[in-house]
């Protein structure tokens, strides 16, 4: 089973950056498509971006293009969120995904999740 373990959030000033990063460890050969998501308080999970296994195609949120990369390191398992022009609506817990192939089919796996807070 694919375990995934994100840290780089905390407390930053509107206009600010932060630099997310996600561990990949266990059966790392299965996982496909692996991307960020964010839950901000009394809303849903919504999609930031995601990045396929090859790094060939990624896909952000309207609300964070031109402000977020997205990008993975194959070689280190592990992917990351560059995060600028930081705004108060970025503010949300942000969690690391990865789709793992099992015998059981496709599988989305979950970090813990890290806390990000923007000040205005």
């Known amino acids: 089973q694919v375990q995934l373990v994100e840290s780089g959030g905390g407390l930053v000033e509107a206009g600010g950056s932060l630099r997310l990063s996600c561990a990949v460890s266990?059966?790392?050969?299965?996982?496909?498509?692996m991307g960020w998501y964010r839950q901000a308080p009394g809303k849903q999970r919504e999609m930031v971006a995601t990045?396929?296994?090859?790094?060939?195609?990624?896909n952000y949120a309207d609300s964070v293009k031109g402000r977020f990369t997205i990008s993975r390191d194959n070689a280190k398992d592990a992917i990351f969120l560059q995060m600028g022009t930081l705004k108060p609506d970025d503010t949300a817990v942000y969690y690391c995904?990865?789709?793992?192939?099992?015998?059981?089919?496709?599988?989305?796996?979950w970090g813990q999740g890290t806390q990000v807070t923007v000040s205005s």
């Open positions: 266990g059966n790392i050969f299965s996982i496909g498509d």
């Open positions: 995904s990865a789709d793992e192939f099992t015998t059981y089919g496709r599988l989305t796996r």
């Open positions: 990045i396929t296994r090859g790094s060939t195609r990624t």
